[in-house]
Structure formats: structure tokens, C-alpha cells
């Protein structure tokens, strides 16, 4: 038998206590209202605590936002028949469960675009549609770019479209997904504990701009491991640092894991501008971020060499770990 002593048993009670206080007040996530003067300030400490952050006062219509999703809202209501005309997901098409080539599933359905090409909706009338999709995407993209300038002016990178540019040229290998969470059945949940809609990982990109309906669904993980829920917000946006951006900081920002769980009575709906360089695009360390002799943490990688690497990885992997120095010991 084990005997402790006082100490080590007042430890673990503290550690129990702050558990327990922790699972009761989790951090609140943090909110950046960008018509204010110091939101880019408000940006770089949720970047670097979180990976992660809501946006309010962004811009965005809601008429843009509400034509798009009542339009996404019809194509998911389709026959499975008709939704598959607009083709299998390799990569961009219509996906039913299956997510990447590699074996992942979830319980959700989506259509992935990419954001240069005008998509193949091969529905009854996909004018209407299509242009919705375009308009709430240049619009998003404006938003996107307008923080990732915030985000230079607020680490000294100069110039200050040092990152926007790279969504914003016309190369720019963005993708566009929305995805739909059917309400999974309580017989479901019941049989499997909770069901997974959209596994964990983290998004590849620079940042990823995600707007849902008022379903909960979407959960990210904290620095410590423990995961916490997103409150729905259908009027906000909430912003994920990507590998890529967690690259060019050298790690200062870490790109922020998240999953989805189905929700049993309610559909989510939700939809994602992932905002990506183009694929010739050298990813490293931003020389300006680099003090004094500080090394970069990665190997010098394209994008395309990064994209080739992820298409072949579980969407749960460390798609980095490839691209890490071995430090020196
Ligand atoms: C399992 C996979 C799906 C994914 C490509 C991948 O092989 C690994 C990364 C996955 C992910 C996660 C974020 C985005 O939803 C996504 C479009 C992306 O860029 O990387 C998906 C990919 C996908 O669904 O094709
Ligand atoms: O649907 C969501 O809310 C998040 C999905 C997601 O993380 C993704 O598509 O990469
Ligand atoms: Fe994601």
C-alpha cells in the first residue's frame, strides 16, 4: 500500500479542485469586435491563447449570410440522387459521411469548392445558388483579409498585406465547404455514446472563417488538452488559426483543434472559407518574427508539397510533424 503524505494528498486535492472549478467556468471564448481601435491587439492575445476567436461586427449582410444558407438549406433538402450529380469529393464535389480518402467518416454530408473555379452544382437551378455562394464568399473574403492585415499590423509585419496577399492572389488555393449535421437519432446516440459529425483536427490553411446556424455542435481544444463547446452564433464568425499561420509565426500561434458532435433534435448547418496561399507558395517562418538567433521550428516546405503530404494523412494526424527540425539535443 501506498501511504501519502500530506502534501502530495493536498496536491491532488487541489489538482481534483481545479478540475472540477475548470469543468464549471471554462475560458470564455474570446470575442473581437473588429469596428474597435485595439481589436488587433484583441486578435494577437486570442491567436496565441487559443488559436481561436468570434468576430462581431464584421461586415459581413446578414442578407448574404441568410440568402446562402436558405440556399444550401434546398440543396441538402434534395434527393441524395440529385445532390450526387454534383460528383464525388476528389477532392471538391458533394460527400455524404465520408470525409478525405484516407477513412474518415462522420455524420454529416458537404459540398467542398474551391474558391477559383465556379462550381459544378448540377442541380435544377443552380443560377441562384451560384450566385449567392459568390457573393457571401467575396465578402467573407474581404472580412479575412481585413484580419489578416490586423493580424501584421499587430506582430510589426510590414507591409502589411505580408499575409492577405497570399488569400488574395488570384492563385490563392482557397477551398469553400459547407457542411450540413443531420439531427443523429437518439437510438444512435444511445448505441455509440456521442456521435462524432466532424472528427478532430486542425485546418491547414492560414485561417479558416466559419459561420453556422444557432446549432451547437462545434467544440476546440484548449492548450491543456480538456475541450470546450463553441456557443452557437449565427451572427458572428468565428476565426481558426491554421498550420500554415501557426508556420509563419514560428509557432507563436498554434493552429487550434476542433471537432463537431451531431446534435440529436436540431441540423447544423455551417459554412467554412478556408483561406489558403497559392500552391507554389514557399511556408516558413516570417524572417521579421525571428529574434535575435531564434532557428526556424519547420523545414522550408511549398504548399503544394504540404497539400500532397495531407492528402495522404487521417484527418485526427499532426499533418506538421513531416515538416518539424529535429531538435538538436
Ligand atoms: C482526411 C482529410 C480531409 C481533409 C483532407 C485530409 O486528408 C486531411 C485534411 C482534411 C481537411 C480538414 C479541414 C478542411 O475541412 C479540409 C477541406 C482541408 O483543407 O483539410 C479537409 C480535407 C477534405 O475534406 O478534403
Ligand atoms: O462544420 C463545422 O462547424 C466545422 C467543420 C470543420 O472543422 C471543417 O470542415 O474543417
Ligand atoms: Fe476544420
Known sequence: MVILSK?????????????????????????????????????????EEFGFFKVINHGVPM???????????????????????TGQPKPYGYGNKRIGSNGDVGWVEYLLLTTNQDPNLATENPESFRVALNKYMAAVKKMACEILEMVADGLNIQPRNALSKLMMDEQSDSVFRLNHYPPCLDVLQSLNG??????????????????????????ISLRDGSWISVPPDQYSFFINVGDSLQVMTNGRFKSVKHRVMANSVKSRLSMIYFCGPPLSEKIAPLPCLMKGDQQSLYKEFTWF????????????????????KIAAS
Request: charged letters at 25%; a neutral charge; proline letters at 6%.
Open 194 to 219: 456521442n456521435v462524432i459529425g466532424f472528427g478532430e483536427h486542425t485546418d491547414p490553411q492560414i485561417i479558416s472563417v466559419l459561420r453556422s446556424n444557432n446549432t451547437s455542435g462545434l467544440q
Open 7 to 47: 502534501p502530495a494528498i493536498e496536491q491532488f486535492s487541489y489538482i481534483r479542485n481545479k478540475q472540477a472549478a475548470a469543468a464549471l467556468f471554462p475560458p470564455l471564448i474570446p470575442i473581437v469586435d473588429l469596428s474597435k481601435p485595439d481589436s488587433k491587439h484583441q486578435i494577437i492575445k486570442a491567436c
Open 63 to 85: 442578407e448574404l449570410i441568410s440568402r446562402l444558407e436558405s440556399e444550401a438549406t434546398e440543396f441538402f433538402s434534395l434527393p441524395l440522387c440529385e445532390k450526387e450529380k
Open 305 to 324: 508539397e504540404y497539400k500532397r503530404s495531407a492528402y495522404t494523412s487521417r484527418l485526427a494526424d499532426n499533418r506538421l510533424m513531416h515538416f518539424e
